[in-house]
């Protein structure tokens, strides 16, 4: 206890804005307070030490790690033609797919919670499947059906389009599975006001449900990007690696890692996620930007 | 007539919501829809409001035929139970939505909304989100951002249901005065017979999808249209094959004296009928006396035509009792005070009936 905020100073505020003194001031000092309760203490201790091991000491370790090579090592890598190509091309196609998601992950997610049509359980289950089914067996699965022998008539192997077509498959439960919650928990009364009110169903949306939905959206955006960058076994079989054209990151990495250049493959793992980082901050800054809008 | 519901039937399935309504509601005026849960009087007020569609009938606000025009042109202020906050947007915002969808001026916008949050109590709450808000200030901004569009009319479903009840009261006087001040015609739905009793002009009663009866306040409870009415309007009692209140039954503790006289008959077959004089006492044995704030309820055994003892509630004052010295086991004489009204009870199983379905 030692920034509790001294009631006094609290009340002539709270007296100005009609509140309690006393709420108010309870308010003010819960932040501060760094008091827990024995369970509470345990419950932190858990899981602080969970996602130290888990999450925390693998990502320093990357960073260690990049730094033994020291910075012209890490520059070197990073502008070598061929992993800046790599960069690239993850970062632009995960930025692609996540917009894509965003919109169809939201459409799935409306479709399932706001209809009623036969066969609506069975789709509910199958939108897992993309995120159950290993990813070596995805890969398989698109280049069966968009290879070269494709019994659709649709060969994108060896493209760029076969990256995106990986990314958007493994991708796709993320947006539908954060906002589906969120819009069934929606009071439909809110969107009655607003209709009463003069809005059109356009505008309804726009004002009152997405603002509601941002945070989940960015959310499942967010999985989505970082899921997308990472991704290795969906694609290497259909998109072919090809050098400067369909290589991505990750088989940039490994390939590092089996010439046995350890401080590289860290180097561009850094990369990855700083960008992550900076793209899950920049869904929040824009959503945040989004909610208050309305 | 501000607005005309005119045949209007609503199904849901195989439940009548609203079985061929037609009814008028006057310009200016505070109206009540008053029944039971499930009685269909939400189900018009969003017919009315266009939230929902009647299956046959008509609707007319203000002369125009409104049955198949959408909610957002019917320019109706509607108020629903739980508030429907827009909750990312501050109270300023929500009482600001309805002038922004129609585009206008920014500062015409801001000073409209001073206005209003002025006018519910909640101006310096104006940047406040409604999360921040008691339940009262909630549906009080939720008013003012109905208000803001100046509707034609202003519709409020169970508006303080959710609220407790000393909040409840509080707002229930404080809309009567705020109707007085802008006289917008205005139609509150409730199952709170003493909330609309205080608080309308005219009440509508409704009850399984039919309308019973229209009338002032005054009306319904004078002149009750029949025995639904009567019991609904607050607390009922049979006393020797009548319905009447139990603050209207008169306790002898010796037989008195028969004074002669007829009985007034009331409007319609079934209604409330007046009594002129004192008729014959029916004798009863106290079976237990409650004593609730200033009134003391008495309840009473009286022999029953078939035999098996009724039991009898009536209600007298504190004082009353006292003097009286009712005791469970004493034996009494009870009668209707002459002046009271009355309703013939329809047959033995019927009252029942009607009490499950309240």
Known sequence: ?294 | MSIEVSRVSKLFGDFVALDDVSVSIPTGQLTALLGPSGGGKSTLLRIIAGLEQADTGRIDIEGRDATRLPARKRNVGFVFQHYAAFKHLSVARNVAFGLEIRKTPKDQTADRVHELLKLVHLEQFADRLPSQLSGGQRQRMALARALAIQPSVLLLDEPFGALDAKVRKELRDWLRRLHDEIPVTTVFVTHDQEEALEVADEIVVINNGRIEQVGSPDELYDAPANYFVMSFLGPVTHLDGKLVRPHDVEIHTQAPVPVAGDTVAGGATGGAQQTAAAGPAVEGTVVRTVRVGFEARVEVAVAGADGADQSVEAVLTRAEARTLGLAPGAKVWLRQAPGSISIDAPAAAEPRELVAAV
Do not use: H
């Not at chain 1, 000092?29 to 091991?53: D, E, K, Q």
């Not at chain 1, 499942?220 to 960058?229: D, E, H, T, V």
């Open chain 1, 1 to 294: 206890m030692t920034t509790t905020a001294p009631p006094v100073a609290a009340a002539p505020e709270a007296a100005a804005t009609g509140l309690p003194a006393r709420r108010r001031a309870g308010r003010r000092a819960a932040p501060g307070s760094t008091r827990l309760t024995p369970t509470a203490g345990v419950g932190l201790g858990v899981a602080l030490i969970w996602f130290s091991a888990l999450a925390l000491l693998p990502l320093i370790a990357v960073l260690v790690e990049t730094s033994t090579g020291g910075w012209p090592v890490f520059w070197s890598t990073i502008t070598n033609a061929q992993t800046a190509a790599a960069l690239r091309l993850t970062i632009t196609q995960a930025l692609g797919v996540t917009a894509v998601n965003i919109v169809m992950g939201t459409l799935i997610a409306w479709v399932l919670v706001r209809d009623r049509f036969p066969g609506k359980r069975a789709l509910e289950v199958l939108i897992d499947i993309p995120f159950a089914l290993p990813t070596i067996v995805a890969g398989l699965v698109l280049l069966t059906l968009y290879g070269p022998n494709s019994p659709l008539g649709v060969n994108v192997a060896n493209t760029r389009a076969a990256v995106f077509l990986a990314f958007l498959f493994v991708t796709l439960p993320f947006v539908v599975r954060t906002v589906q919650p969120v819009l069934a928990e929606l009071d439909k009364s809110v969107e009655e006001a607003a209709a009463s009110l003069g809005a059109s169903p356009f505008t309804t949306f726009r004002r009152i449900i997405l603002p509601a939905l941002t945070p989940a959206i960015a959310a499942g955006a967010a999985l989505s990007f970082a899921r997308g960058i990472s991704e290795y076994g969906s694609l290497v079989l259909l998109s072919g690696n090809l050098p400067m054209r369909t290589e991505v990151t990750s088989v940039r990495i490994l390939s590092y890692l089996e010439n046995g250049d350890q401080a590289a493959a860290a180097a561009v793992a850094s990369v990855l996620l700083v960008v992550s980082l900076l793209v899950i901050v920049a869904l929040d800054v824009l959503q945040r930007r989004v909610v208050r809008r309305g």
